[in-house]
């Protein structure tokens, strides 16, 4: 596949580990765009979807999302994506926003054959531009995408290779990346830690260009209420209001976004995706018996659930 360029823009991806992030420093330190976990399975919703989003787009980026997939069958495909689909509805939709969904699709939890993989991932994809009027962009990693065959080529791809020296390999489904996830490690202004970083095969203006018609059109005569153009809109809303209530005062502002990051901060290590560590003893495990799982991390587990299943899998208990 071809190489990085100095014109190429370059952007980032974000969950809910790189916490409070300030995106005005983000895109000052020359990011032109972002990709925003959404949703994982058929349940989860990253706890900062919204927040990141609605920062992002304040900020001037161009704003994309992204959905874990796991899916080990049709209908567990099309759940997934009817999940997603319903989760961009609170922002206003897939239209809302300047860059396509995005299936991220990079391990094989039901040990599905490859025939198997291109179906379900078929039927995520159809599924999700069905209901959201957008066709999607896939993510994988550089070695996962050689299960994907010719059928996928129409996507355009996202894909991971971390290297400074090595362009992604040549896929049965794709010459050419669209995005490169180059670096799990980066550092950006605005975001405490690292940073996945990303690259774009062309300009801002050209990447503004080709999702163009994802883009939503401003309204000239009421740029701030789009939906409904003879409401003025409000210069100074509230902040945070309650309801029925007043306003909150900016103390309280600050200590009730002091006791969010202290929930957040707990609940990340309550339910969590699954770390890199443990991706290969969680895939035998749910691997072990495909029609019986031991269990569902739909809405993710714990650090410890984690730590004991991968000793389970060092002393070969998921072997058949």
């Not at 401003?218 to 003879?230: A, L, Q, V």
């Amino acid at each position: 596949m071809q190489n990085r360029t100095s014109g190429n823009t370059q952007g980032i991806d974000v969950s809910r580990y790189q916490g409070n992030i300030d995106w005005a420093k983000v895109k000052a330190s020359g990011m032109t765009f972002v990709f925003i976990k959404a949703t994982e399975g058929r349940t989860y919703i990253d706890p900062n979807f919204q927040k990141n989003v609605t920062g992002a787009l304040a900020a001037g980026m161009m704003v994309g999302t992204y959905h874990f997939f796991r899916g080990t069958s049709v209908e567990i495909a099309k759940a997934e994506a009817a999940h997603y689909a319903n989760t961009l509805d609170k922002i206003g939709g897939a239209k809302a926003l300047q860059l396509p969904p995005v299936m991220d699709y990079e391990n094989n939890p039901g040990n599905l054959s490859r025939a198997q993989m291109n179906t379900v991932a078929q039927a995520f994809l159809t599924e999700l531009q069905r209901l959201t009027g957008v066709k999607p962009i896939l993510y994988t990693g550089n070695s996962f995408a050689a299960n994907f065959d010719t059928s996928l080529s129409s996507y355009d791809l996202w894909i991971a290779r971390y290297s400074n020296t090595r362009v992604p390999d040549e896929q049965p489904a794709w010459k050419r990346w669209t995005f490169w996830q180059y670096t799990d490690s980066g550092k950006v202004n605005g975001i405490s830690g690292n940073v996945d970083m990303n690259e774009f095969e062309g300009s801002a203006a050209q990447l503004r260009a080709r999702y163009a018609a994802v883009a939503p059109t401003p309204n000239p005569t009421n740029p701030g209420n789009p939906s409904n153009p003879t409401e003025p809109s409000n210069p100074n809303p509230p902040t945070v209001p309650p309801k029925g209530g007043e306003p909150m005062t900016a103390e309280e502002k600050a200590a009730f976004d002091a006791l969010k990051v202290q929930v957040d901060r707990l609940q990340a290590r309550q339910q969590m995706e699954v770390p890199v560590w443990a991706k290969a003893a969680v895939d035998a495990a749910l691997a072990y018996d495909s029609k019986n799982p031991l269990f569902s991390i739909d809405n993710g587990a714990s650090y410890d659930f984690y730590r004991f299943i991968t000793v389970m899998h060092r002393r070969g208990l998921f072997k058949k």
